[in-house]
């Protein structure tokens, strides 16, 4: 299979060197091969899914739990002030 890996890494917006275009070359060459083989499978009496086991959704009891203490809350934050986090301003007055 020909594959332009030029056009592939202007797509992706990456320097590629002559050892990398080969390498990604082959590589993407075999991905396309396979999937191209996939393609040949016969899945006319498969019924469509987004996976390949049944999903739940499991939820939890919405019930009332005692709160984070700010001393908790705050432990992991870069700046702090008055028992609140200081973060960067990020609207400018107009």
């Known amino acids: 299979m020909d594959i332009d890996i030029d056009y592939v890494a202007r797509l992706a917006r990456i320097e590629l060197s002559e050892g990398e275009r080969q390498t990604f070359a082959k590589q993407l060459g075999q991905i396309l091969e396979h999937f191209r083989k996939l393609s040949e499978v016969d ?52």
Do not use: C, F
């Open 43 to 94: 899945v006319s009496g498969v019924e469509p899914s987004a996976h390949a086991h049944a999903i739940y959704n499991v939820w939890r009891e919405d019930s009332p739990t005692p709160a984070m203490s700010v001393e908790d809350a705050l432990m992991n934050a870069p700046a702090k002030r008055d028992n609140q986090i200081v973060v960067p301003k990020v609207v400018d007055e107009a």
